[in-house]
């Protein structure tokens, strides 16, 4: 046995990183697509309901955050909120009354 010849083997001196496609994948597949049907229905469905008439309070979700307006008319292509800003119908992931 002892004429067997000596293994040789490179010291590892690096980070590898070859998994991590696989291990942050859940964390990909979680994101939140948008529907755009799915969001002009809800948006249509909240200017048709009788409770809000002139004014409506609600949640808007965006791509990454959410904010709280006050909706009081709507475009082909926007919001307006009770502070006149525009808010593009394009960037909405979801909206619900708050």
Do not use: W
Not at 24 to 46: A, M, P, Q, W
Not at 47 to 61: A, H, L, Q
Not at 64 to 72: D, G, L
């Amino acid at each position: 046995m002892k004429d067997l010849p000596k293994v040789f083997a490179n010291p590892i001196d690096k980070k590898h990183n070859n998994n991590r496609s696989y291990s942050y994948g859940k964390l990909e597949s979680d994101r939140h697509t948008r529907n755009e049907k799915e969001v002009l229905d809800k948006i249509n469905k909240l200017f048709k309901d009788e409770r809000t008439m002139y004014s409506i309070d609600c949640i808007i979700k965006f791509e990454n955050n959410e904010e709280k307006h006050t909706i009081i008319g709507k475009t082909s292509n926007n919001l307006v909120t009770k502070h006149q800003r525009l808010i593009p119908i394009r960037e909405i992931y979801d909206i619900e009354l708050a």
